[in-house]
């Protein structure tokens, strides 16, 4: 059943908007991150809800795949089969396939590419992805893409950008337009003018991954955000660092796909705002205190010490990086809850300031 998408917008400072996103009965306050990564396969969904999160992301090719080796199972809707009551972002997986294909495997009709684990040749066309979008019940779904390096040579990427612009009516109406180019602004203004007179609810800023330098992942979102109009939910796919979410945010971003806090855990290291606690230094085994005073997440309301998750962090302990995975998503999205109280009041450029960010 078709999910009807209403993006409405609040408040404006800067660039940076507030906005309420409804898909059937299912709403986000925006701006926000979706989760992905180890995020959402290590902490529950009461887990994910009761710290803050509101939506994930989920990659349709995997089970696209599983599907294609002969059983033909029945995997339902992702909102039951993951026990999750949120927004679920669908990603087509293009990305990926485009990485396991060789040069030649860039067809007009999509991407062919042999799969890993079983070797054999497959094809995966935008109409593939899109029937397994609506199959799985993707609130908001993305169209295929074409994937370049965003240091591609020019040709490749403008080849991107066309054959991408080709594939916006094998779309199912109401889903997010992706926008490509790499780091060229002309490309992107003709991916976005390309995208005018289709149905979409938004568009999906695709391409600007993370290795990019944090200064031109800026530039590119903000000469992006600039020529897109004012409705209409905009979702930036790829993002790395916290600090990169929230400038994301800060310069017309609502949806911001991040695993920042996953990532963050992993390494030992503790969110305090955007300052990090590295539990792996030595002279936290002595250090009793609480691992952020005053912090209301339940690591810290348990009284975890920062001894004990030192002792766990080296240990390489699943515990270890559970408890400061639980801290970290609950402080992000304690501070992007204070980000959209800024914009609301006008106040963006001092909580960017306040953070050393911009």
Not at 113 to 128: C, R, W
Not at 198 to 214: C, M, P, R, T
Not at 220 to 246: D, K, N
Not at 274 to 288: G, P, S, W
Request: hydrophobic share 35%.
């Amino acid at each position: 059943m078709k999910k009807q998408v209403k993006f409405n917008l609040n408040k404006q400072s800067g660039n940076a908007r507030t906005g309420l996103l409804q898909v059937g009965e299912k709403q986000v306050t925006t701006p926000a991150l979706v989760q992905t990564g180890d995020t959402i396969t290590t902490l529950t969904p009461g887990e994910l809800t009761k710290l803050g999160t509101t939506a994930i992301k989920q990659s349709v090719l995997p089970y696209c795949l599983a599907a294609s080796e002969g059983q033909h199972p029945d995997f339902g809707d992702l909102h039951t089969r993951l026990q999750w009551p949120g927004l679920v972002v669908g990603d087509t997986g293009a990305e990926q396939a485009y990485r396991w294909a060789k040069p030649r495997g860039r067809k007009k009709n999509g991407v062919s590419f042999h799969e890993p684990a079983s070797g054999q040749q497959k094809l995966y066309t935008p109409e593939i992805a899109m029937e397994w979008q609506a199959k799985l019940g993707c609130d908001l779904q993305s169209t295929f893409a074409r994937w370049e390096n965003y240091y591609s040579p020019v040709d490749d990427l403008q080849a991107a950008a066309k054959q991408t612009a080709s594939w916006l009516d094998t779309a199912n109406p109401g889903s997010l337009a992706t926008i490509t180019g790499g780091g060229l602004k002309r490309l992107r203004r003709f991916s976005v003018e390309a995208v005018q007179g289709h149905q979409f609810s938004g568009y999906n800023l695709a391409g600007i991954d993370e290795d990019v330098k944090l200064t031109e992942q800026v530039r590119v979102i903000r000469e992006t955000t600039a020529m897109l109009p004012a409705a209409g939910v905009r979702y930036l796919s790829t993002c790395g660092s916290l600090e990169q979410a929230l400038l994301a945010i800060i310069n017309g971003i609502d949806l911001v796909d991040s695993d920042c806090a996953g990532q963050a855990a992993r390494h030992g290291v503790a969110f305090n705002r955007t300052k990090r606690i590295h539990l792996v230094k030595e002279h936290f085994l002595a250090d009793q205190g609480p691992l952020v005073s005053g912090c209301g997440c339940p690591t810290c309301r348990a009284g975890y010490s920062r001894s004990y998750l030192h002792q766990l962090t080296l240990a390489k302990s699943p515990l270890g990086v559970r408890l400061l995975l639980i801290h970290n998503l609950y402080a992000v999205n304690h501070l992007l809850a204070q980000l959209r109280q800024a914009i609301a009041t006008g106040q963006v450029d001092d909580f960017a300031d306040d953070l050393a960010i911009g």
